[in-house]
C-alpha cells in the first residue's frame, strides 16, 4: 500500500476518493457528485489531498485545510474503506498528512469529529453544562473515531455543543506535529 498525493489527472484516484467519502458520510454527501464537489475542493492548491492506493484501487483519502495561515490547519476529510480498516491505513495517512503539514509550516492539526448518531456520551447531553468534567469522563459505546484520534496522540481541545442539532455535539481534537515550541516561545 502506497501513501501518494491525490492526483487530479488520475480518475481511479478522484473517483476512489469520492466514492468513499459517499459510502461513509451519505448524510453529508449523499450522491456521488457531491462526492466528486467535496474532492474538487479538496484539490485547491493550497490544500493538501492523499489517498492510501492498493492493488489498483483508492482505499483510504486524507485532506487538510490551512486554517490559520499556515500554522493551523483542519485535517478534513478522513475516511478509510470498510473492508480494510483495523489495518493501520488510516494512521499511515494521518502520519503522511501530518508530515507534510509540517513541511508546510504547520505547528497544530486539528480535527472535528461529529457525533450526530449518539455514539459517545457526549450526546443527548447539555454540553453548555460541566463541559470539562463530560469532555474529561467521555465514554465510547458507538465506536466514535475520537478514539482513534487519541490513539495517534491527539487531544480534546473542546467541543462544540448542539453543532449538528439539539444533543449532537462536534469533538474537536488536536496535536502538535510541529517539533518543540522554540526557547523563549510563549507556550
Ligand atoms: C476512523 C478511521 C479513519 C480509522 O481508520 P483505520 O484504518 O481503521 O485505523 P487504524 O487501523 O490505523 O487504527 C489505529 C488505532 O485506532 C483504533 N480505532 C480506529 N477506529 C476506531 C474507532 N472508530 N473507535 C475506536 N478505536 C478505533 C484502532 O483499533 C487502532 O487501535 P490499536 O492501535 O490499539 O490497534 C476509519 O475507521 C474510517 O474511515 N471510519 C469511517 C469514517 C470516519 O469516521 N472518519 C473520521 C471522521 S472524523
Redesign the pocket.
Known amino acids: 500500500m502506497d501513501i501518494l498525493p491525490l492526483d487530479p489527472t488520475n480518475w481511479s484516484h478522484v473517483a476512489g476518493a469520492a466514492a468513499?467519502l459517499v459510502e461513509?458520510?451519505p448524510h453529508s454527501w449523499p450522491t456521488p457528485g457531491d462526492g466528486l464537489e467535496e474532492i474538487e475542493c479538496c484539490l485547491e492548491p493550497s490544500r493538501i489531498a492523499l489517498v492510501?492506493w492498493e492493488e489498483g484501487r483508492v482505499v483510504?483519502f486524507?485532506g487538510a485545510i490551512p486554517q490559520y495561515g499556515v500554522t493551523g490547519w483542519e485535517?478534513?476529510?478522513?475516511?478509510?474503506?470498510?473492508g480494510?480498516?483495523?489495518?493501520?491505513?488510516?494512521?499511515?495517512?494521518?502520519r503522511e498528512l501530518e508530515r507534510r503539514v509540517a513541511e508546510a509550516g504547520g505547528l497544530t492539526l486539528y480535527?472535528?469529529?461529529?457525533d450526530e448518531f449518539g455514539r459517545t456520551s457526549l450526546s443527548g447531553c447539555d454540553l453548555f453544562d460541566r463541559t470539562w468534567e463530560r469532555i474529561r469522563d467521555i465514554q465510547?459505546p458507538g465506536?466514535?473515531?475520537?478514539?482513534?484520534?487519541?490513539?495517534?496522540g491527539y487531544a480534546i481541545v473542546g467541543v462544540i455543543p448542539d453543532a449538528n442539532g439539539w444533543g449532537k455535539p462536534d469533538i474537536w481534537?488536536a496535536r502538535r506535529i510541529a517539533g518543540s515550541p522554540p526557547e523563549g516561545a510563549p507556550a
Request: proline share 5%; net charge positive.
Open positions: 468513499l461513509a458520510f492510501a483510504g486524507v485535517l478534513h476529510p478522513l475516511v478509510v474503506a470498510e480494510v480498516r483495523g489495518r493501520g491505513v488510516g494512521t499511515r495517512l494521518v480535527a472535528g469529529s461529529d465510547n465506536g466514535h473515531p475520537y478514539e482513534f484520534y487519541l490513539k495517534l481534537l
